[in-house]
């Protein structure tokens, strides 16, 4: 394969963290090889040298202003393949945590009495600004599913992650259920994909790589009911990386529209 | 080319590279004279102290650690220790020796990070660390390796390094096994070889010559290099118990930029691995102090680049102490244990950790189990107001070079810093003209 060859890659990062970008970074420690398959034109946070004529994009962090707005379509016209990377930019992550509030409100607390009128509004996935073709989700990414997702990218291949609960690959792993403990977790309404690293270090799932695609909600009412876990519990846990979607998407807590 | 006293110099970086999160640099220079010249943080405010609000406190370090990919460990342990202070919660020698350890393989994959990815393309003459997979696969191979034994070290402990998932006010979800510490163990004796091969690359590059006496504040503890709780210290001489942080942070607005600046003693201060170095440097791990010397870190170092040379100190002393870490917990052998449970459901605290970038603050007022107020002071926000007083001494100095020789003189001011923009939860957007 001749060095033209390879695909011209960016990634792009918005209001978020950047856990995602360094876990890219991170995937390299066992996959070293995916340096020599891809040309890496733009990363600012790990090069200096700047190109804009990438084919795929990887895009970090949630749109929390206009000016996000433009810099998201300048990205859309310029990729073939636009990738939400993370929940950030993925859901609007805990980022729209902040949109049950009033923006005037929110800036006061922070700013106090020198708040000034910011270029800031209600945080939101970048699906809401431009068509993405594709996501990697979680808060961070999983570094195995970044790998297998840039390989059907490369190789040309639909996008083919889970669309299973978690629970699946916490009864995979033969854990003892968090429930059984009191805890909440989201994992029979949320995508696998991850291991279910978090019920495998004790906690419940929080929902950070978004719902499956037909959650069933009346199952997991029963659930908590049977464990005596309060409803205000399990929509504590769902806030944390899925506001956008409650209140935006006027999804109430029980999955209907 | 015109002497220094006639050049006009223009420089706009747009979005600073090889720095985590989004600044711009502005010099303007007429006729000589340094009029403007300005770190402008131009990163999307997060507003993370409204969403602490009204959370209740068990989820108050996983939401914290959100701040940060980098600094996610520091975050949520700096989050725990201000709930448990303001909750009365004892924790057991156990759980502080995994915190400690946990805070420890942050700190090395941070500073891996930082002076392989991005200070050492500077010092090598490259854009970035890509190219140097191909003139210098040794280097980069190694970067990586010490990297990940790092990361593991945080995943071990806590399931995950960004973002923690086994931690908790008051203990840990998830033990390590013994098994796992005794594998940490192993190639962390091993990993010597790769911090040796690091301390001999930097003690072979040139870091610009640069002094300006500055305060210095950092944590400090009788017993140990400081990277959790301890009083907070000064080089100017004075401690302070945590309680007390907004005395020395003073956080302020200044009139070029809406970005907050914090001073203290003097117009400004400087935390991290150089002021840690500075404050603790009595505490350091004997083969940390001879990797300081042979890297020529004196009583007290003033040249802001050498927070680098500090930084590769600061990997020799945490692989050393890491070490010793498990191996007092092997000792004593894991123990399950329940966490340790709050005495009192209302309460305020401050929690305070070295993040690999400096001082870092997270004070909580709770009310009936929820976060009524959060206050959280960034190291990286300390540090602006340093970085400009550094920038407005530099730039004069080197006015007659070419503008290209500027920035790149000015970039690596700011990456020696190693700031951690978004971090920055205090800081604005700025609408540059």
Known sequence: ?257 | MAASNQKNVRIDLHHLTRVEGHGNIVINASKGVLEQCDLEIVEAPRFFEAMLRGLPYEQASHLASRICGICAVTHATASLRAVENALGVQNSPQTSLLRLLNLYGEILDSHILHVYMLVAPDLLGVGSVIPLAKSAPEVVLRALRMKKLAGDICGFVCGRHTHPIGMMVGGFTHLPTEEQLINLDERLQDTRQDVDATVELFQSLTLPDFERDTEYIALRKDDEYCFMDGEITSTDGGSWPLELYREVTNEFQVAHSTAKHARHQRQSYMVGALARYNINQDKLHPKARSAANALDLGTKTTNPYMNTTAQVVEIVHCVEESIQTIQRLLENGIKPEEPAKPSRISGGGVGACEAPRGTLFHNYVIKNEIISDANCVIPTAQNLANIEADMQVLVPSILDRTSDEISQQVEMLVRAYDPCISCSAHTLEVTFV
């Open chain 1, 1 to 257: 394969m001749k060095s033209t060859d390879k695909p011209k890659v960016a990634f792009f990062d918005f209001a978020g963290c950047e856990g995602c970008q360094l876990t890219v970074i991170d995937s390299l420690q066992n996959h070293p090889a995916l340096l020599d398959a891809v040309d890496i034109v733009q990363f600012r946070e790990a090069m200096s040298e700047k190109g804009d004529d990438y084919k795929i994009a990887f895009v970090e962090g949630s749109c929390t202003r206009p000016a996000d707005e433009n810099r998201l379509k300048t990205i859309r016209e310029q990729a073939q393949i636009v990738i939400a990377l993370g929940a950030c930019a993925h859901l609007g992550g805990v980022n729209a945590l902040r949109n049950w509030q009033s923006q005037a409100e929110v800036q006061r607390y922070v700013y106090g009495r020198m708040a000034v009128s910011q270029d800031s509004y209600p945080a939101r996935p970048i699906e809401a600004v431009i068509p993405i073709d594709g996501f990697v989700p979680g808060c961070p990414i999983d570094r195995e599913e970044f790998v297998q997702i840039a390989k059907m990218l490369l190789q040309g291949r639909q996008l083919r992650i889970p669309d299973y609960p978690v629970c699946v690959e916490c009864k995979l792993k033969e854990n003892e259920c968090v429930f059984n403990y009191g805890k909440a977790c989201l994992g029979p309404i949320t995508r696998a994909g991850c291991g279910a690293i978090c019920p495998s270090n004790g906690v419940g799932c929080d929902g950070c790589r978004g719902p499956i695609s037909t959650p069933n909600m009346e199952g997991m009412k029963i659930a908590l009911a049977e464990h005596g876990i309060d409803e205000d519990v399990f929509i504590k846990q769902i806030k944390l990386f899925q506001s956008y979607q409650l209140i935006h998407d006027k999804r109430d807590v029980h999955g209907s529209q």
